[in-house]
């Protein structure tokens, strides 16, 4: 009897088995449509939506095309009595940490322009009153790609020592690179004068150039690379002496009659030429130094230095987006929208309150 208790209770827990599997079954089963279910509902509200919109669009199509037709005639009636806007751009690389003042001047003359104070903006850039008034807007914004960004985070990690060095993340530095920290920078100028952006060219450098406190700046570098320049002139006056001095030695040398090993002698050679190597080698690095020094000359001859010139005559600000006979259509047919979108919205919202009253 004991053998045949076990042989009656694997069949029972064989169906146990079964029915938990077919539970678990069903119920991943039940999810999935429920799933299915809720996608449908969300497409099928979508494509409601958008078959809500359409038959609302076909309601009112007659007033919408009328609305375009008279925004197109009104937008080319506009465009033909406006007068010619005409933008310049000039290109600046500015030195001595001078971009803060650079952006302050350009936002002040933008806004003299944006008040209409057509007196004080021709004060400030000296021109005439007339000129003044003909200028539209003033803008300033950084010129910088990701290989500009490279080289200025490599420049920033050479002026850097060793340690700080390891504390540098070029991604945090990307991240925290600002328009400031662009090299350069396009002033732009809008104008109905095609011709006045190129008279502001001087006076707009100038406002840089000739404050004080760049000016000092830029007098202690040219101080200091004349000195650096100096020293390194002396090195190599001192070099020059050693090498005559090396060659006297070994003329000397030369000159004697050979005593000791040939061993020794050849020793004394291969010391000789490490030394005249080692001269050879800090000539190299002081050209190297003196070509360096001349490139940072000409890049800080100027607090400012003009990469690209105001054009002698600006060119006529076109393009669909600053055309009247393209905004006043999509201003007058979103408006004509939006309200009878309004009105649907009353009209439905009265519908549902009746109805709810009904109930």
């Not at 985070?153 to 050479?158: H, P, Q």
């Not at 090299?183 to 502001?200: D, F, R």
């Not at 000789?272 to 001349?294: F, Y």
């Amino acid at each position: 009897m004991n053998d045949q208790i076990p042989s009656n209770q694997a069949p029972k827990n064989t169906n146990s088995e079964e029915i938990d599997l077919g539970q678990l079954f069903k119920l991943i089963g039940d999810g999935f449509k429920k799933l299915f279910n809720f996608i449908g509902s969300i497409l099928n509200g979508i494509f409601g939506g958008i078959i809500s919109f359409l038959l609302f669009i076909q309601r009112h199509f007659i007033k919408f095309v009328v609305a375009g037709v008279v925004g197109i005639a009104a937008g080319i009636a506009l465009d033909m009595s406006k007068e010619p806007v005409y933008v310049s751009t000039m290109v600046v690389e500015p030195n001595f940490q001078s971009t803060q003042q650079l952006y302050n001047n350009i936002n002040f003359y933008n806004e003299l322009t944006r008040s209409e104070d057509s007196v004080a903006l021709a004060e400030a850039l000296g021109i005439e009153v007339a000129e003044a008034a003909t200028i539209k807007e003033f803008a300033v914004e950084s010129y910088s790609d990701e290989n500009q960004k490279v080289k200025l985070f490599d420049e920033f990690i050479k002026s850097l020592d060793t340690t700080t060095r390891k504390a540098i993340d070029m991604e945090l530095f990307l991240e925290n690179f600002n328009s400031f920290d662009a090299k350069y920078h396009n002033i732009i100028v809008k104008a109905t004068n095609s011709m006045v952006a190129k008279k502001l060219q001087g006076p707009i450098i100038s406002s840089i150039s000739f404050n004080q406190y760049f000016l000092n700046l830029k007098n202690t570098q040219t101080e200091n690379i004349e000195l650096q320049r100096n020293v390194l002139a002396s090195q190599m006056s001192e070099i020059d002496s050693l090498q005559q001095l090396y060659k006297n030695v070994m003329i000397k040398e030369a000159d004697k009659p050979q005593q000791g090993t040939s061993i020794s002698l050849g020793d004394q050679g291969i010391a000789q030429q490490s030394r005249e190597m080692d001269l050879i080698n800090k000539i190299d690095n002081i050209k190297t130094e003196l070509v360096s020094l001349n490139q940072l000359e000409a890049s800080k001859s100027n607090i400012l230095n003009v990469i690209s010139d105001f054009p002698r005559r600006g060119v006529e600000n076109k393009g669909l987006l600053n055309s009247y006979k393209f905004l006043i259509p999509v201003l007058l047919i979103g408006l004509l929208l939006f309200t009878l979108s309004v009105l649907e919205l009353n009209k439905f919202l009265k519908q549902y309150n009746e109805s709810r009253v009904e109930k």
